[in-house]
């Protein structure tokens, strides 16, 4: 007789999966730059999606070269400011802050998010110390039309490439500035994205692992695991599916080729307006295939750190975004 088969059902490569600590996404590690000092990070609001025609730029496609159809996510990334300057320095218990600059004046409604200096504080340390240069820098929400919040995110973003006294002076060069995300990236380039996904609540096995439902000769209930485990040892195992919380994960994707950066003259809102969200009339900014996180969400980018070989193009050739309605799709 054959040995059954009973193979584990559900990906088990996000666990345990737990709720967000809050709506914005954080980094734990970023890719050195090899070009002069800039900044590694920007930030967005998920505005919806919709599909464009293009030509194929992988080289290694059946329809290479050729005119296709593929699925962009438009996200709508007004400027953000730079409040401080943090600097850090190794020690035996990994990185430690050795001291920050504020600027002297910021937005009244950054104050709602933190407390904050009266005046500009903070001094310069010796770039001797100094072995990573990160910015302190917000979103300004109050000029998206679509996210009804005035209260800014704060995040903290690295400065890469060149020297470290060259990425001092040139964190300082930003301090109290918008800066625009054509300061971080380009047409072309590959980027990571990470979100916080949508939402779903206390969720039963079935809807949260995927697993099989159980026969119908089960008298008790049919959405549920079969067992906790065996009698050894005495306690559930954290692989085995049970209820719990679905969805509000942080979930990290890499590799997002960017494909456009408009300009607000730009047309790109739908008719009718993007559902849930209404119209883009800041800078935007068109990533091929989709986003985690819902309509509104705050969307974080970073330089692509698992990108090393791959085709390297100036700006892909669009040929048409649709605009056509989304209600009711």
């Known amino acids: 007789m054959a040995a059954p088969s009973r193979p584990k059902r559900g990906?088990?490569?996000?666990?345990?999966?737990?709720?967000?600590?809050?709506?914005?996404?954080?980094?734990?590690?970023?890719?050195?730059?090899?070009?002069?000092?800039?900044?590694?990070?920007?930030?967005?609001?998920?505005?919806?999606?919709?599909?464009?025609?293009?030509?194929?730029?992988?080289?290694?496609?059946?329809?290479?070269?050729?005119?296709?159809?593929?699925?962009?996510?438009?996200?709508?990334?007004?400027?953000?400011?730079?409040v401080a300057v943090r600097y850090y320095g190794n020690s035996s218990y990994g990185m430690k802050s050795?001291?920050?600059?504020?600027?002297?004046?910021?937005?009244?409604?950054l104050a709602k998010r933190k407390p904050l200096p009266k005046k500009k504080h903070g001094a310069d340390v010796d770039s001797a110390e100094v072995e990573e240069v990160r910015v302190i820098m917000h979103t300004i929400p109050k000029m998206v039309t679509g996210i009804p919040k005035k209260v800014p995110e704060l995040m903290e973003i690295r400065i890469g490439g060149g020297t470290v006294q060259e990425r001092?002076?040139?964190?300082?060069?930003?301090?109290?500035?918008?800066?625009?995300?054509?300061?971080?990236?380009?047409p072309g380039q590959m980027i990571d994205v990470a979100a916080i996904t949508a939402g779903y609540g206390f969720q039963g096995h079935t809807k949260r692992w995927g697993v099989k439902l159980l026969s119908h000769k089960n008298s008790k209930h049919r959405?549920?695991?079969?067992?906790?485990?065996?009698?050894?040892?005495?306690?559930?195992?954290?692989?085995?599916?049970?209820?719990?919380?679905?969805?509000?994960?942080?979930?990290?994707?890499?590799?997002?080729?960017?494909?456009?950066?408009?300009?607000?003259?730009?047309?790109?809102?739908?008719?009718?307006?993007?559902?849930?969200?209404?119209?883009?009339?800041?800078?935007?900014?068109?990533?091929?295939?989709?986003?985690?996180g819902p309509t509104k969400r705050l969307i974080r980018f970073r330089d692509a750190t698992r990108y090393t070989v791959g085709v390297k193009i100036e700006s892909p050739e669009i040929v048409y975004i649709s605009r056509e309605s989304k209600q009711g799709a």
């Open 11 to 82: 990906s088990r490569g996000y666990s345990p999966r737990v709720r967000a600590n809050g709506p914005v996404p954080k980094f734990s590690s970023w890719p050195e730059s090899r070009e002069g000092p800039r900044i590694q990070g920007f930030a967005g609001y998920k505005a919806g999606m919709t599909h464009a025609f293009m030509t194929d730029y992988r080289p290694t496609s059946t329809t290479a070269g050729q005119e296709v159809q593929i699925p962009v996510t438009i996200l709508e990334t007004p400027p953000m400011k730079v």
């Open 223 to 292: 959405r549920m695991i079969g067992t906790l485990g065996p009698k050894s040892p005495k306690y559930v195992r954290p692989t085995v599916p049970q209820a719990g919380q679905t969805g509000y994960h942080q979930r990290t994707e890499y590799n997002k080729r960017v494909l456009k950066i408009g300009s607000p003259e730009d047309e790109i809102t739908p008719n009718g307006g993007f559902l849930h969200y209404g119209k883009v009339v800041n800078q935007y900014v068109i990533v091929h295939g989709s986003v985690p």
């Open 98 to 109: 050795l001291g920050e600059i504020w600027a002297s004046k910021f937005d009244k409604e």
């Open 168 to 186: 001092m002076d040139y964190a300082k060069s930003l301090l109290g500035k918008e800066i625009a995300v054509t300061d971080f990236t380009k």
